[in-house]
């Protein structure tokens, strides 16, 4: 059990990529809280797991109130943080052309604004030699049309991660990005919709299939192990060589 009482949050833990590492910590012996929005997914994901172990809580990472009521809970139950995983996030695709104001601050309010506050809050919480890790996306490197805001988050959330690892180091914390490829998700069931498109992600990828949460769960569990102590700031693509089969 490699990760035997370890303390670990993850923020969007109650469906997809969240959950499946959830899971995979719990199994590893951790202790996990995760958060999200909807009540019902957080109890679905409850029921799933059956672990005391596992802990839930409504927070809504998109505003400082949200995250203030993660902050609170952290620090009433006295614990340290090992291991924290930033990775609730939202897409929506569309061109530039129809995007709204509304859906702008949606995606960069959840996926950036919300992942530094996140650890701007939880910084004092973390415990000696912790480590924090993002979920970014293969659409920070690549120039997909109709992902034009969804992508500026994900670039802004790579550059975040760099510079959040160089000013963690002198505290012995490393932080690293996890980017998945097209991953099947109740995520990515919403932003992509229909049947032609979802296939064509699929068949981008060198490997022609879509990755499972539970593929994306490893490379975290890997990045937050002793195993990978040498390693901060950097960027681990989980996308089946998505980016250089489109790249080629
Ligand atoms: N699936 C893919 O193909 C793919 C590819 C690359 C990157 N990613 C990234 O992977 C991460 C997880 O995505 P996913 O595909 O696993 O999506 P998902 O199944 O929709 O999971 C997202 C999680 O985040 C929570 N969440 C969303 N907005 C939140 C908010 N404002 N505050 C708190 N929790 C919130 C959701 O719960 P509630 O809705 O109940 O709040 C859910 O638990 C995201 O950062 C996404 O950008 C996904």
Redesign the pocket.
């Known amino acids: 059990m490699e990760f035997k009482n370890k303390n670990v949050v993850i ?9 499946a590492t959830a899971k995979a910590f719990i199994e590893e012996g951790a202790r996990v809280l ?5 009540t019902d ?2 109890e679905k994901a409850a029921k799933q797991v059956e672990s005391e172990n596992f802990r839930t809580l409504v ?4 505003n400082l109130q ?1 995250i203030a009521v993660l902050e609170e809970y952290v620090s009433n139950s006295g614990i340290k943080i090992d291991i924290l995983f930033l ?5 929506i695709f569309a061109p530039i052309a129809q995007m709204t104001e509304e859906d702008f601050d949606y995606q960069f ?3 950036v604004k ?1 992942y530094y506050f996140t650890l701007q809050k939880l910084m004092p919480f973390l415990a000696e030699g912790a480590t924090v890790i993002f ?5 920070a490197t690549t120039a997909q049309s109709y992902a034009s805001v ?1 992508s500026a988050t ?1 670039g802004a959330v790579n550059k975040l991660a760099q510079i959040a690892a160089n000013e963690l180091a002198e505290k012995g914390i490393r932080v690293n990005i996890v ?10 069931e ?1 932003a992509v919709v229909d049947e032609e498109t979802k296939k064509q992600f699929a068949s981008s990828t060198a490997v022609k299939r ?2 499972d ?1 539970l593929e ?1 769960a490893n490379a975290v569990l890997f990045l937050a192990s002793e195993k990978a102590s040498f390693i901060t700031g950097t960027e681990l693509l989980v996308d089946g060589g998505y980016i250089n089969y489109t790249l080629q």
């Open positions: 923020t969007g833990g109650s469906t997809g990529i969240g959950f995760v958060t999200g929005r909807n997914n957080l927070s809504d990472t998109s949200g990775n609730a996030g939202v897409a309010n959840t996926n919300g979920t970014s996306s293969t659409v969804y994900k980017s998945p490829g097209p991953t099947k998700t109740e995520g990515f919403k879509l990755g949460p994306v």
